[in-house]
C-alpha cells in the first residue's frame, strides 16, 4: 500500500505542552520544552511543500525530530525557511479581537473598528556505524547538512532495532515507541531525522530552531499523529496552516467543527484573551477533535491580524503557482488553519485531509463593544442607557456559554470593569 506520511515527532520530555504529531528526541537527560508547535502545509495535486516549526528552548546539547518520510528525500527536497515568515502566516490567521466604541447617542453615529488583537565523525567511526546499524537492521540511506541541521534517512526492518540504534546513539526514546513506528515501517515508511548541531549554531543555552521544510510527492493527504501519543500524559495540540489553490481544506475521516465566531462579549476579556480563547477552544472541541479558526483568500483581510503575506514570503513556504506574479497581494491561494487536540485513548487513525472548492471566508472573530463614557445631556441618553444593561447582560450569557465561565465570576469582572451606569 502506498502510504504518505510525514510529520513530525515532537512530544514534550519535561512537560505537557503543545505538540506535534511525533515525539522530540533529546540526548541523555536534555530539558526540552515545546510551547508553540505549527505545520504549514502547501498541497497543489499530488505535490507537498511542509514546513514544521517549534518552539525549542533548552540546554539539550543536541536535538531530533523523527519523520516517516515515504521515501528517501533527497538534500534538494530538504531546507530550512524564516521563522518570521512561519510566524506572520500564524498572525495572519489567528483568531482576533476587535473593539468597536460607541459613539457619543446624542451626536451622529460614527463607528471604529481596531484590531487588538555535532563533530564530524571520523571515516572509520562513521563506518563502524552503519555496520551497526545494519547489524541491527537499520540502514543510513543518506546524510547530509541543512543549515543547523545535520540530516539522517534512516530505513528499518523493524522497530525495536531502530529504537536500540537510537538509542545506542544516545538519544533519549520514550517507553512504547516501537508500537508507533513498526506501524510506519510496515507501510514502507523511511524516517527522516534531523539533529541539531551546535557547533554549528549558537551556543547559546537557550535556542531558536530554524523551521524545517521538505518537499515531496504523493496521492495521500495526510498527517501521522501516533507517534506523538506515545509519552503524552494528557492531550496534545496541533495546529495546521493548510496553502492550496482550491478553498478550505477539510478532515476526511474526522468532523471538521468551525469555532464560535462573530461573538459580541464583554470588554474585560481584552485583558484575558488567552484563557478566554483556551476555555472556549475546550468548550468547543472536547476531549478531542478538529476545528477551524480561520479560512480566507490570502489577497485580503477584513479585519486584518497582520497584513496579507507577500509573494515572496508564499513562495518560500512551497507555493510555487504564482506565476508572473511579483507584487501585490497574491492571487489563488487559499489559507486555512485547523486546530487539533487528541490524547493517548482518542483519534486512534492519522490525519486525512481533503481539498475543497468551498472559498467562503471564515475567522474567528470577538467583538467588544465599548460604552460611551462621555457626559450625555439629551433625551436620548436613558434608552442608551437601558439597552447598554441590556446588553453587556447578553454579552455575559453568551461568555458563559461559549467558555463555560461561570455567571458569577462574569458578573464580578464585569462590575470591576465597567461604568456603574451601566451595571
Given at each position: 500500500m502506498r502510504l504518505f506520511a510525514i510529520l513530525i515527532a515532537f512530544v514534550a520530555v519535561a512537560n505537557s505542552a503543545n505538540a506535534f504529531c511525533g515525539f522530540y528526541v533529546a540526548k541523555a537527560d536534555g530539558e526540552l520544552f515545546n510551547e508553540a508547535s505549527k505545520v504549514i502545509f502547501v498541497r497543489d495535486g499530488r505535490k507537498s511543500t511542509i514546513t514544521m516549526s517549534s518552539d525549542y528552548r533548552g540546554p539539550a546539547k543536541d536535538f531530533a525530530m523523527i519523520v516517516p518520510t515515504p521515501k528517501v528525500l533527497k538534500r534538494e527536497q530538504v531546507k530550512t525557511v524564516s521563522t518570521k515568515t512561519v510566524n506572520h502566516l500564524d498572525a495572519y490567521t489567528a483568531p482576533r479581537l476587535v473593539e468597536y466604541f460607541?459613539?457619543?447617542?446624542?451626536?451622529?453615529?460614527?463607528?471604529?473598528?481596531?484590531?487588538?488583537?555535532?563533530?564530524?565523525?571520523?571515516?572509520?567511526?562513521?563506518?563502524?556505524?552503519?555496520?551497526?546499524?545494519?547489524?541491527?537492521?537499520?540502514?543510513?540511506?543518506?546524510?547530509?547538512?541543512?543549515?543547523?541541521?545535520?540530516?539522517?534517512?534512516?530505513?528499518?526492518?523493524?522497530?525495536?532495532?531502530?529504537?536500540?540504534?537510537?538509542?545506542?546513539?544516545?538519544?533519549?526514546?520514550?517507553?512504547?515507541?516501537?508500537?508507533?513506528?513498526?506501524?510506519?515501517?510496515?507501510?514502507?515508511?523511511?524516517?527522516?531525522?534531523?539533529?541539531?548541531?551546535?557547533?554549528?549554531?549558537?551556543?547559546?543555552?537557550?535556542?531558536?530552531?530554524?523551521?524545517?521544510?521538505?518537499?515531496?510527492?504523493?496521492?495521500?493527504f495526510m498527517l501521522p499523529i501516533q507517534l506523538g501519543k506515545v509519552n503524552s500524559a494528557g492531550t496534545q495540540d496541533m495546529l495546521m496552516l493548510a496553502l492550496t489553490r482550491t478553498g478550505q481544506v477539510e478532515t476526511k475521516n474526522y468532523a471538521t467543527k468551525k469555532i464560535p465566531s462573530n461573538v459580541n462579549i464583554p470588554s474585560f476579556v481584552e485583558s484575558e484573551f488567552a484563557n478566554f480563547y483556551k476555555s472556549m477552544f475546550a468548550k468547543s472541541v472536547g476531549k478531542s477533535g478538529i476545528v477551524m479558526e480561520y479560512a480566507w483568500d490570502m489577497a485580503w483581510c477584513d479585519p486584518c491580524a497582520a497584513d496579507p503575506l507577500s509573494v515572496a514570503q508564499l513562495q518560500e513556504l512551497g507555493v510555487d503557482w504564482l506565476k508572473g506574479q511579483t507584487k501585490g497581494p497574491a492571487r489563488d491561494v487559499f489559507v486555512t488553519r485547523l486546530h487539533a487536540r487528541y490524547s493517548k485513548d482518542t483519534m486512534q487513525q492519522d490525519l486525512e485531509f481533503k481539498e475543497t472548492k468551498n472559498r467562503a471566508n471564515f475567522q474567528g472573530r470577538y467583538v467588544m463593544n465599548q460604552p460611551f463614557t462621555g457626559a450625555m445631556n439629551c433625551p436620548m441618553a436613558k434608552d442608551y442607557i437601558t439597552r447598554k444593561r441590556r446588553d453587556i447582560q447578553h454579552e455575559a450569557q453568551m461568555l458563559a456559554d461559549i467558555t463555560g465561565w461561570s455567571m458569577g465570576s462574569i458578573n464580578k469582572k464585569i462590575a470591576q470593569s465597567v461604568p456603574r451606569k451601566f451595571r
Open positions: 460607541d459613539n457619543d447617542p446624542c451626536r451622529p453615529p460614527i463607528v471604529l473598528e481596531t484590531v487588538l488583537s555535532s563533530a564530524p565523525m571520523k571515516k572509520g567511526a562513521a563506518a563502524k556505524r552503519k555496520a551497526g546499524a545494519r547489524a541491527l537492521g537499520v540502514t543510513i540511506k543518506a546524510e547530509y547538512a541543512v543549515g543547523i541541521y545535520d540530516i539522517s534517512i534512516l530505513a528499518a526492518k523493524q522497530s525495536n532495532g531502530l529504537v536500540t540504534f537510537l538509542r545506542q546513539e544516545n538519544y533519549k526514546i520514550p517507553d512504547g515507541a516501537e508500537p508507533a513506528l513498526d506501524h510506519y515501517i510496515k507501510n514502507g515508511m523511511k524516517f527522516f531525522v534531523a539533529r541539531v548541531n551546535l557547533i554549528r549554531h549558537a551556543k547559546s543555552k537557550y535556542i531558536e530552531l530554524e523551521p524545517l521544510q521538505i518537499k515531496f510527492k504523493s496521492s495521500k
